[in-house]
């Protein structure tokens, strides 16, 4: 008998896309109106105060976890802005942003939960597979065809203000107002996501292998909106492909990766003039904000200086170490996050930016209270589970979800450095419901000693 979905699964899979894609459409009225995500994320924030008032909250220590760390912060933030009156919101909308899509996250969780129940956390591991492929079909198309870039420009809305120019004509912005940094590690963070999930759930599926390598090319897509996402994203990647399915240790395939990249590496260094060449025609064309000619910025760079360097990373590594230099500064901050024109930090380094503004003492209870004591519970519930499983694939399973969360948490510690990327809405988004997904899938272990799990 052919499968149907439910109204109820239909709006699931299409609320969760619209929150993992943020689509922005060209209707009339507000931003806000604009953006397709505000709908969903306002439907899973009213669920979870429904669910309060009438039900129970799983995991709520969590909930309540957040929500005092953010009072604290939101505390020190008015005071030092008392004190000192720069009149800067950036902190504040940070952690009320973060608090708030929090809650969206646990609301779809729980939705998600109620939904699927045991499937819950697979099916959201498929709509994140869709979503990766579909945004990188759609990068790689606008990239390719000035047809169908006009064609989404026509639907989709596109920042044209004068600052924000570079990254809508050149660079390619997906689904969203604009392209950048942002767009590359969201998309490199649903790619990864997405080849975990692969690797966990469906390694036995006939669809693998191709699903695979349309998550391997939507990775690659990444560079047409920013190259940090291509990196990173790349880097995660062979880690994935070179590590053990069943606990992510390092297997002998390592070597066979690392030989095939020193290969790979042969053609780069021979004809190292060439692209340097082809790099400069294409600049000369186009301009240093093409999506290839900032790829090629290397081999450029090496007609006049003689070597390959990439001044991105050494800006980033040096000239952007801008840390408070006054003790109390640095300790506590000041609520100056160098947003505003008068007080501009010469850093776009989410980590500095952050201890500027609330200090070393903000950061660490912003990444203790938000990650990583969620993180060292699930697993106090993961050695829980490991306990009573006895089926071997099934102590895999359970030890490559929680890797996936670390993985996830990784990826954003890294990209923090680039960008203020722990308190955007997609980050926040996949690593919070993928730790309550996780928590209930736990949760069933700690209950049951082998439940039945559908992982296809």
Request: a positive charge.
């Amino acid at each position: 008998m052919r499968y149907f979905p439910t109204l109820t699964q239909i709006f699931t899979i299409v609320s969760v896309s619209m929150l993992l894609l943020t689509p922005v459409v060209n209707i009339p009225g507000p931003l806000a109106i604009r953006s397709l995500d505000v709908y969903p994320a306002a439907f899973f924030t009213f669920y979870v105060l429904f669910t309060a008032v009438n039900g129970r909250l799983p995991q709520k220590r969590i909930i309540f976890l957040i929500i005092g760390a953010s009072a604290i912060l939101f505390a020190q933030m008015l005071i030092l802005e008392i004190i000192h009156g720069y009149g800067d919101l950036t902190g504040v909308s940070m952690i009320l942003r973060s608090a708030l899509w929090v809650l969206v996250s646990y609301g779809c969780a729980q939705f998600l939960i109620k939904t699927y129940r045991e499937k819950s956390l697979v099916f959201f591991i498929k709509i994140v597979i869709a979503c990766a492929i579909v945004q990188g079909v759609v990068l790689w198309l606008t990239f390719l065809s000035p047809e169908f870039r006009d064609f989404m420009s026509s639907i989709f809305y596109r920042d044209t203000r004068v600052e924000m120019e570079h990254l809508i004509m050149l660079r390619t912005p997906g689904f969203v107002s604009v392209g950048g940094d942002g767009l590359s590690f969201n998309q490199a963070l649903l790619a990864i996501v997405g080849l975990i999930g692969a690797r966990t759930f469906f390694r036995d599926s006939r669809a693998y292998y191709p699903m695979m390598l349309l998550l391997i090319t939507s990775l690659t897509s990444t560079f047409l909106a920013g190259r940090s996402g291509l990196y990173l994203g790349i880097f995660f990647a062979l880690i994935i492909v070179a590590t053990r399915k069943d606990n992510f240790q390092i297997s002998r395939r390592f070597f066979g990766i690392l030989f095939a990249g020193v290969v790979l590496a042969l053609p780069l260094i021979l004809f190292s003039k060439q692209f340097g060449d082809y790099g400069q025609e294409l600049l000369n064309e186009h301009g240093y904000e093409y999506p290839a000619v900032r790829l090629l910025r290397g081999f450029i760079d090496m007609q006049s200086t003689g070597q390959y360097s990439d001044q991105t990373l050494r800006t980033l590594l040096v000239e952007m170490v801008v840390i408070p230099e006054d003790p109390l500064r640095f300790l506590i901050g000041n609520n100056d996050f160098g947003q505003l024109p008068k007080t501009s930090i010469a850093t776009d380094v989410g980590y500095f930016r952050m201890m500027h503004g609330f200090g070393f003492l903000g950061l660490a209870v912003f990444l203790i209270c938000f990650y990583l004591l969620p993180v060292f519970q699930l697993h106090l519930y993961k050695k829980s589970a490991m306990r009573v499983v006895r089926n071997p694939r099934h102590k895999r399973v359970i030890i490559s979800a929680f890797q996936m969360l670390l993985f996830v948490l990784a990826f954003g510690l890294i990209a923090h450095y680039k960008i203020f990327y722990f308190s955007t809405r997609i980050f926040i988004f996949i690593f919070f419901v993928l730790l309550f997904l996780v928590f209930n899938y736990f949760r069933s272990f700690r209950y049951s000693a082998d439940p039945e799990l559908v992982l296809e």
